[in-house]
């Protein structure tokens, strides 16, 4: 008589895959190997990559990118884009301080008020999704031309030029500087604040999706919404949360743009929407949503970190280095295909 053990044992469903199988069907196992290849590159050609005391500039440029990326990612797992994130962090960044400066606030009202408004224009983009049923790319088109001409058009106004006055002499500044442009020195690297957000972002981001149910969901959403629906998933809820989660990061990314130089410039921001989407891809998600890596969008940004201070410690011409990005994005789109296609055999 066959036992239920013999039973599992031929079953190939239920059969134990290998670790270096289920590591190879990993989304962010292309970044991860692509961030090796570029760090030994570059420990390899330029010589000021390999002093210690560079690792923080490099992991604060990885950061500024990574704050984004990581809620792209989840967006883009989710199925949606948002091409207004670049400016949406230029508008949190103005918004906290026009609001402080024009009024006479103190600085913590207006950080308090771009929060607000941040996580509006997310919530207002998943609004219109929804509402309309237009694509997310047109929709957040459309955002991202509306936020980028406010932005000029309100500071100009306010202040007669393109950048927000100086608040670095306005109550609460001294405190708000500390929670967001502040930084720390261990040993010879000195690391920006917004290194311990990016890695924070990243650990939750990846508990969210991987260990909890609102996880199941955005994958859920991202892989075929009407499904999704018809098994009791909130679709609405889901889609709005994510784009209101970039809204919440593009503020929080907008405040140490302000308190980090105590002035925004208003065309600050347009084209950054692109590079949290390669940085996103470049770590596993795919275009079509429903798969990728919150882990692999922040290696991606390590990777963009690494290679645009490389490029000009190595002493190349940093003309190229949108090139490089363009073909790191079509390798990733390939090798995410090529990783998902054998996951799904598996």
């Given at each position: 008589?066959?036992?239920?053990?013999?039973?599992?044992?031929?079953?190939?469903?239920?059969?134990?895959?290998?670790?270096?199988?289920?590591?190879?069907?990993?989304?962010?196992?292309?970044?991860l190997v692509a961030a090796?290849?570029?760090?030994?590159?570059?420990?390899?050609?330029a010589?000021p990559?390999?002093?210690?005391?560079n690792?923080?500039?490099?992991?604060?440029g990885?950061?500024?990118i990574?704050?984004?990326?990581?809620?792209?990612?989840?967006?883009?797992i989710?199925?949606?884009?948002?091409?207004?994130?670049?400016v949406a962090?230029?508008?949190?960044?103005?918004?906290?301080?026009?609001?402080?400066?024009n009024?006479?606030?103190?600085?913590?009202?207006?950080?308090?008020l771009?929060?607000?408004?941040?996580?509006?224009?997310?919530?207002?983009?998943?609004?219109?999704?929804?509402?309309?049923?237009?694509p997310?790319?047109?929709?957040t088109?459309?955002?991202?031309?509306?936020?980028?001409?406010?932005?000029?058009?309100?500071?100009?106004?306010?202040?007669?030029?393109?950048?927000?006055?100086?608040?670095?002499?306005?109550?609460?500044?001294a405190?708000?500087?500390?929670?967001?442009?502040?930084?720390?020195?261990?040993?010879?690297v000195?690391?920006?604040?917004?290194?311990?957000?990016?890695?924070?972002?990243?650990?939750?981001?990846?508990?969210?999706?991987?260990?909890?149910?609102?996880?199941?969901?955005?994958?859920?959403v991202?892989?075929?919404?009407?499904?999704?629906?018809?098994v009791?998933?909130p679709?609405?809820?889901t889609?709005?949360?994510?784009?209101?989660?970039?809204?919440?990061?593009?503020?929080?990314?907008?405040?140490?743009?302000?308190?980090?130089?105590?002035?925004?410039?208003s065309?600050?921001?347009v084209?950054?929407?692109?590079?949290?989407?390669?940085?996103?891809?470049?770590?596993?998600?795919?275009l079509t949503?429903?798969?990728?890596?919150?882990?692999?969008?922040?290696?991606?940004?390590?990777?963009?970190?690494?290679?645009?201070?490389?490029i000009?410690?190595?002493?190349?011409?940093?003309?190229?280095?949108?090139?490089?990005?363009?073909?790191m994005?079509?390798?990733?789109?390939i090798v995410?295909?090529?990783?998902?296609?054998?996951?799904?055999?598996?």
């Amino acid at each position: 008589m066959t036992t239920v053990t013999e039973l599992a044992a031929q079953d190939d469903r239920v059969a134990s895959r290998p670790l270096a199988a289920r590591l190879l069907s990993r989304p962010e196992v292309g970044s991860l190997v692509a961030a090796i290849v570029i760090f030994l590159l570059f420990m390899a050609v330029a010589a000021p990559f390999r002093n210690v005391a560079n690792i923080g500039t490099i992991l604060y440029g990885a950061s500024t990118i990574g704050i984004m990326a990581v809620p792209v990612a989840l967006l883009m797992i989710g199925g949606e884009f948002d091409l207004s994130a670049g400016v949406a962090v230029t508008t949190a960044g103005l918004s906290g301080s026009l609001l402080a400066w024009n009024f006479g606030l103190n600085v913590w009202v207006g950080v308090l008020l771009s929060l607000v408004l941040a996580v509006a224009i997310g919530a207002f983009n998943g609004w219109l999704l929804l509402r309309t049923g237009l694509p997310s790319f047109l929709v957040t088109l459309g955002t991202f031309f509306i936020l980028q001409g406010v932005n000029l058009g309100v500071t100009r106004l306010a202040t007669g030029n393109v950048a927000s006055a100086d608040i670095s002499d306005m109550d609460g500044f001294a405190s708000a500087h500390a929670v967001f442009g502040s930084e720390v020195s261990l040993g010879p690297v000195n690391l920006k604040i917004t290194v311990l957000y990016w890695v924070l972002l990243t650990i939750i981001a990846a508990y969210v999706l991987l260990r909890t149910r609102i996880g199941n969901w955005i994958f859920a959403v991202g892989g075929d919404a009407a499904a999704a629906r018809a098994v009791g998933v909130p679709v609405r809820s889901t889609k709005v949360g994510l784009f209101m989660a970039v809204g919440f990061c593009a503020w929080l990314s907008g405040m140490h743009l302000l308190f980090q130089f105590n002035t925004v410039q208003s065309g600050e921001g347009v084209g950054k929407e692109f590079i949290f989407i390669i940085a996103a891809v470049i770590g596993g998600c795919l275009l079509t949503g429903g798969y990728g890596s919150v882990v692999g969008a922040s290696i991606g940004a390590l990777i963009f970190g690494m290679t645009q201070l490389g490029i000009n410690y190595a002493g190349w011409n940093p003309d190229w280095f949108r090139t490089f990005l363009g073909v790191m994005l079509l390798l990733a789109t390939i090798v995410n295909l090529y990783v998902k296609r054998r996951a799904d055999l598996r």
